[in-house]
């Protein structure tokens, strides 16, 4: 009888650990939370939308969404239907890298006169310049592909920069705040062990630097000029708001300001997108402003949502970046890199979303998809090499 009883505890212990290796990885897990959120975010916005029955092509960024996290799902969830491992893995390094590098020298053609809209091209540039960020600090590649990637970073940095949307250049603050958390962590980057070479490399790159400011190039008086205008236009914005109407920073806080008053009278439903693109144009006729009767959008993510589609809209996208969040708290500790590239895409997002309606455009619902796809699939690498090695 007991060994009946010691050979059933073993038979019970060897299902738990059966069940433990085919349960859930925690890349699966955060790839279903990633689509559970997409669906939720994509269910709650069609109820107010088909309310006001407003166009339907405006729901193309939650198609995109759904779809990309459906995939996602798939490629992290049925081995070995798609694994990158080993070289695959540093060419994909290489290929994001590759993008940086590319929309550094559309922009630096074009300006602000990008192949698609320049702040929606610069939010998704800076999607990239995110994820490959992380991997610069990841010891286990070899110095030569990191050092290639950190100049691709600041490439991709030059590109947000160069593209002159203003909106995205909350880029600049994430990688400053990372870099500084990366810099005070002492098993991240230590600078006693740089070598002589780094150090005159690094010298040399700053005094490069300071030489291209004392110059002041056409492409740098532009930007500081664009920075300066925030100024100048938010402050007649407050002496003369009708003729602030005419320019970038006074139409939006015009519009912000007239949001504020309709959201007040009608909080709970919103208005629908038809209506309130009507309302946009009598605002504009109402101070005779050209800018803002051209508009078909708030430039602010969560006050047009809410605008036009009550509280259900703006829950909407509060539900899309809670899933965000929520991936990033999953994978923390078993893949820091991908979730603080997530995190990343998450504060551009959010941030890139207050000055301006980056759902309206495609190019942008798309990259964001992509982004988070990229950042799982690599993920779900990463544990796959694992298991090869344990």
């Not at 059966?18 to 559970?36: C, D, M, Y």
Request: hydrophobic share 50%.
């Amino acid at each position: 009888m007991r060994s009946e009883r010691i050979q059933g505890a073993e038979n019970g212990l060897s299902v738990q650990s059966k069940w433990a290796q085919t349960g859930p990885s925690p890349v699966e897990e955060a790839a279903r939370i990633w689509l559970f959120a997409c669906l939720a975010a994509t269910a709650i916005r069609i109820i107010p939308h088909g309310f006001w029955q407003d166009n339907w092509d405006r729901r193309h960024a939650e198609a995109r969404l759904v779809l990309g996290a459906m995939a996602t799902v798939a490629l992290v969830t049925w081995p070995p239907f798609y694994r990158l491992l080993g070289a695959q893995k540093l060419l994909l390094s290489y290929a994001i890298a590759m993008a940086c590098a590319i929309g550094m020298g559309v922009t630096a053609i074009h300006g602000r006169e990008t192949p698609i809209h320049a702040i929606a091209w610069a939010v998704s540039l800076s999607f990239l310049v995110c994820l490959l960020a992380p991997k610069v600090l990841d010891a286990s590649v070899h110095s030569g592909h990191r050092k290639l990637w950190a100049l691709c970073v600041v490439m991709g940095c030059i590109g947000v920069v160069l593209s002159q949307s203003r909106g995205v250049y909350g880029l600049l603050i994430w990688l400053a705040l990372t870099g500084y958390v990366a810099a005070s962590n002492r098993t991240l980057l230590q600078l006693s062990t740089l070598s002589m070479r780094a150090w005159l490399v690094l010298s040399l790159s700053f005094g490069v630097f300071m030489w291209a400011l004392s110059t002041q190039p056409q492409w740098l008086t532009t930007v500081f000029q664009r920075l300066y205008e925030v100024w100048v236009e938010a402050s007649l914005a407050q002496s003369n708001p009708v003729e602030a109407a005419n320019t970038s920073v006074g139409s939006r806080l015009f519009l912000w300001s007239k949001a504020l008053d309709a959201i007040e009278v009608q909080p709970w439903f919103g208005y629908g997108k038809e209506n309130s693109i009507a309302m946009i144009k009598q605002w504009g006729l109402e101070i005779n402003s050209a800018q803002v009767q051209k508009l078909g959008h708030l430039h602010h993510e969560f006050l047009d949502a809410w605008v036009s589609h009550g509280l259900m809209g703006i829950l909407s996208l509060l539900v899309l970046a809670t899933g965000m969040g929520l991936v990033v708290r999953k994978l923390w500790v078993p893949h820091p890199q991908a979730a603080q590239g997530i995190l990343g895409i998450l504060f551009m997002h959010l941030t890139a979303g207050l000055s301006n309606t980056n759902m309206v455009h495609n190019y942008y619902g798309a990259m964001l998809s992509l982004s988070i796809s990229l950042a799982l699939v690599m993920a779900a690498s990463e544990e796959a090499e694992r298991q090869l090695s344990s």
